[in-house]
């Protein structure tokens, strides 16, 4: 049993309606398309779901992997005190994963957790997720300062993990696209935001997803992107997969590019 499919999901709390207030219906096709992604998870009803957040602890030098049985989270910080979840994580995983970024030279693990409560770029996906599906136990991975290739190299670890533990799995690459879309976005217009934005959405819903190693440091930061790193995590786990890519929606209306993508594994 390999990963079953992957998800590319963006994760802006307003999303959520306790949080929108109504703001949210200016980004209903992004509504629509993550209640699509989560149904299909539903109906494959994966033993664990894998998750990359930029919103993890993200370290220079490290790849943070949550630790521990469990872990809780809410909406607080945006007002939803009372929106809220508890995860279960897949020790067995998280163990097995740890000794295959090992064994590929990665610097990988479950030290230096700072902050145990769940971060909004895995609660925003899985608030979705739980409609349709709560039996699965979670595995929690955040990003680095390292270059692109090593987040690909610790994609393929997931990979061979799955394919070791013979896990159901599903993989979520939480990321939003570039921040700088408007002049009234959170981070102003730059003219790499917009051009970011499509040239992703172009090769993520080709499947393309060698083309994602080959975007420079510069550029990315200019185009003040969250997930790329996530999305190439993901890239790595589906290396020599064949995927049945879907690009599900993309909108953009507060100055940050919100894409989907659906992966299913032919």
């Not at 949080?19 to 664990?48: D, M, N, S, V």
């Not at 895995?122 to 739980?130: A, D, G, H, Q, R």
């Not at 589906?238 to 599900?248: G, N």
């Amino acid at each position: 049993m390999g990963i079953l499919a992957a998800y590319m999901l963006p994760h802006p709390p307003l999303i959520i309606p306790e949080i929108g207030k109504g703001e949210e219906r200016k980004i209903q096709r992004t509504i629509h398309a993550y209640h699509k992604a989560a149904g299909k998870i539903g109906e494959l009803k994966p033993e664990t779901i894998v998750l990359i957040s930029p919103h993890q602890i993200m370290y220079a030098d490290y790849f943070h992997i949550s630790p521990g049985e469990e872990a809780k989270g809410d909406f607080r910080q945006f007002g939803a005190r009372a929106v809220e979840m508890t995860v279960s994580y897949d020790t067995a995983f998280v163990k097995e994963l740890c000794l295959r970024a090992d064994q590929h030279g990665l610097s990988a693990g479950t030290d230096g957790e700072r902050e145990k409560r769940l971060d909004h770029g895995t609660m925003v996906p899985l608030y979705f997720v739980n409609q349709y599906w709560k039996d699965y136990r979670l595995v929690r991975i955040g990003l680095s300062g390292f270059p692109l290739r090593s987040h690909y190299e610790l994609g393929r670890c997931i990979k061979e993990t799955v394919t070791d533990l013979g896990r159901k799995t599903v993989l979520i690459a939480s990321g939003d696209l570039s921040h700088r879309l408007k002049a009234d976005g959170p981070y102003g217009y730059r003219k790499e935001g917009p051009e970011y934005d499509r040239r992703v959405m172009d090769l993520m819903g080709q499947a393309d997803f060698m083309q994602l190693l080959g975007f420079s440091e510069d550029f990315c930061r200019n185009a003040g992107e969250c997930g790329h790193r996530s999305f190439t995590m993901m890239a790595g786990a589906l290396e020599h997969e064949k995927v049945c890519p879907q690009r599900v929606s993309y909108e953009g209306p507060f100055g940050v590019g919100y894409g989907i993508c659906i992966y299913e594994i032919a």
